[in-house]
């Protein structure tokens, strides 16, 4: 029986953005659809409510906030997360819910690391995000990957089974998530599948990922990690 799927957005201020992209999204792709708000002040959730898109608050700001809110109110056995800021291609969702259910995986990332990926940095010859993310994944994968090298352990455009997720007990608020969940499933055994993808520049507004915060709270969470050893909780 076919796997049920869900679209989630993830916004925070992508007013710039969205309208940009907002046709091309293959809602049609999901059997269910709605967005997750970090509380945007700039008319993203009037413009997401216009389209006919229900918009959920979450009760702390946070990308890793926003995934247990969308886990707590989906209906759907799949969940892909996408963030319409210009970044992800929008024709590899029905390309990651396809992969998911042909290969029995529990998660699917879009990577941008893998052969005939693109990550945004690659035409430049110092590339200090990507490095430092390949960094983290090796980590990762060294540390907890009993299945085949996962190539990029961090983007946020993925799809998972609700209820391996569920397992993994993903409690974080910030940008970790991702990261969190990919060593989780590692971790518990889960499958974890991956298809290239093309990372695109943003299409306005600005990113609020800032690099030191976010390397801190990343090693932060790896260390912790090791010390709890193959525990999830
Ligand atoms: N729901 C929700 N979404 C958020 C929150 N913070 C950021 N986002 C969204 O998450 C996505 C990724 O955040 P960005 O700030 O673009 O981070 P990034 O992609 O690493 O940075 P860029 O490469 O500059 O785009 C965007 O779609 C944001 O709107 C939040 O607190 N809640
Ligand atoms: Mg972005």
Redesign the pocket.
Known sequence: MRLSRALVL?????IEALPKLFDRLPLSAADEVFA???GSKDGTVEYLESKGVRVLG?PR???G??FSVALDAAKSDVLCFY???G?EEPDDVPRLFEKLEADGCDLVVASRMCRGARN?EDDQVFKPRKWVNLAFTFLANVLWNRGPYVSDTIN?FRAVRADSFRRCDCRVDGFVIEYLMSIRMMKLGLRVGEIATQEHP?LGGQ???HSWPTGVEFTRRLVREILIGRRVA
């Open positions: 993830l916004t925070f201020n992508e997750v708000d970090g979450q700001r946070g990308r906030c926003a963030s319409p800021d970044n945004e946020g943003r990113s609020t990922a």
